[in-house]
């Protein structure tokens, strides 16, 4: 079986040498491609760098959590870079873009109204130069579907992924409508996680992608709480590696073989990125 990890931030980890390892580690798992987002201007060159180094792919974007950071010509900079690497075919998408009303300053003036701003017009980019985008979704989902519905245009259809999704079926089913396909990853091994879980089982299969969010959002057997790593637990570091065991947990969720959740999970990601540069599942 043969996986893509479709949201990794491997620029996190923290050496040349360190990436090199978690990309031979995945590897060794089965996890053939990892797609990686970009965070902010001060990151684009970077993820394009890793994308050619290990033959990933990778987004452009200005994430939520960095709007504080971002100067006033972080738009015009991002359709610069762009407009520079349309014919990239690593270049697979805008992201990670997006809303956040989980962090309290991000929902407070000036925050609320610039990360809107930044998000509109991230989506204008991503129309401007026919690009699938990769959404963070932190308790945001109607405000996402209001501005995706503003600019969809004569198709009324978007391309691309609800990274991590958590919210409700209701919206869920919202953004498979708009085209969409929702990320499934750590968070789904929690089995406190009743309504991920319940999304994981239900939502129709050609709707989901799997990914990790490495570093973030470690499975439930690496994650260390707070009072464990009090008392010395250190805290797992999630990889790549670890998709195939979150995917075997949404393959038990919905009661398929790995094999087929393989096989549906690769043709979503190639539908939900057309330009992804890996388009068939290797027969090795």
Same mark, same amino acid.
């Given at each position: 079986?043969?996986?893509?990890?479709t949201?990794?931030?491997?620029?996190?980890?923290e050496?040349?040498?360190?990436t090199a390892?978690?990309?031979?580690?995945?590897h +060794?798992?089965?996890?053939?491609?990892?797609?990686?987002?970009?965070?902010?201007?001060?990151?684009?060159?970077?993820?394009r760098?890793?994308?050619h180094?290990?033959?990933?792919?990778?987004?452009?974007?200005?994430?939520p959590?960095?709007?504080?950071?971002?100067?006033?010509?972080a738009?015009?900079v991002?359709?610069q870079?762009?407009?520079?690497?349309?014919?990239?075919?690593?270049l697979?998408?805008?992201?990670?873009?997006?809303?956040d009303?989980?962090?309290?300053q991000?929902? !407070?003036?000036?925050?609320?109204?610039?990360? +809107?701003?930044?998000?509109?017009?991230?989506?204008q980019?991503?129309?401007?130069?026919?690009l699938?985008?990769?959404?963070?979704?932190?308790?945001?989902?109607d405000?996402?579907?209001?501005?995706?519905?503003?600019?969809?245009?004569?198709?009324?259809?978007?391309?691309?992924?609800?990274?991590?999704f958590?919210?409700?079926?209701v919206?869920?089913?919202?953004?498979?409508?708009?085209?969409f396909?929702?990320?499934?990853g750590?968070?789904?091994?929690? +089995?406190?996680?009743?309504?991920?879980?319940?999304l994981a089982?239900?939502?129709p299969?050609?709707?989901?992608?799997?990914?990790?969010?490495?570093?973030?959002?470690?499975?439930?057997?690496?994650?260390?709480?707070a009072?464990?790593?009090?008392?010395g637990?250190?805290q797992?570091?999630?990889?790549?590696?670890e998709?195939?065991?979150?995917a075997?947990t949404?393959?038990?969720?919905?009661?398929i073989?790995? +094999?087929?959740?393989a096989?549906?999970?690769? !043709?979503?990601?190639?539908?939900?990125l057309?330009?992804?540069?890996?388009?068939?599942?290797?027969?090795?």
């Amino acid at each position: 079986m043969q996986w893509i990890d479709t949201h990794c931030h491997l620029d996190a980890f923290e050496a040349d040498s360190a990436t090199a390892a978690v990309c031979l580690a995945a590897h +060794e798992a089965g996890v053939v491609h990892c797609i990686i987002p970009a965070v902010e201007v001060g990151n684009f060159d970077t993820v394009r760098t890793l994308a050619h180094q290990q033959q990933y792919s990778y987004c452009l974007g200005i994430h939520p959590l960095y709007v504080p950071q971002a100067q006033d010509n972080a738009l015009a900079v991002l359709e610069q870079h762009l407009h520079d690497h349309q014919s990239d075919p690593r270049l697979v998408a805008v992201g990670e873009i997006g809303l956040d009303y989980f962090v309290p300053q991000l929902t !407070q003036s000036p925050w609320r109204e610039k990360q +809107e701003a930044l998000y509109r017009g991230q989506l204008q980019l991503a129309r401007q130069f026919d690009l699938p985008v990769v959404l963070h979704v932190r308790r945001s989902a109607d405000r996402l579907l209001k501005h995706l519905r503003a600019l969809a245009g004569p198709t009324g259809r978007w391309q691309g992924i609800a990274h991590a999704f958590n919210g409700s079926e209701v919206q869920a089913r919202e953004f498979i409508k708009l085209g969409f396909k929702l990320g499934f990853g750590g968070a789904v091994t929690f +089995e406190r996680a009743h309504q991920l879980r319940h999304l994981a089982q239900t939502l129709p299969l050609d709707a989901l992608v799997l990914e990790t969010d490495a570093p973030d959002i470690p499975p439930h057997w690496i994650y260390a709480t707070a009072a464990e790593r009090a008392a010395g637990v250190p805290q797992g570091r999630n990889t790549p590696a670890e998709l195939p065991r979150i995917a075997q947990t949404v393959a038990q969720l919905r009661g398929i073989s790995c +094999e087929v959740l393989a096989l549906a999970t690769w !043709q979503n990601t190639v539908q939900a990125l057309p330009r992804l540069p890996i388009k068939k599942a290797s027969a090795n």
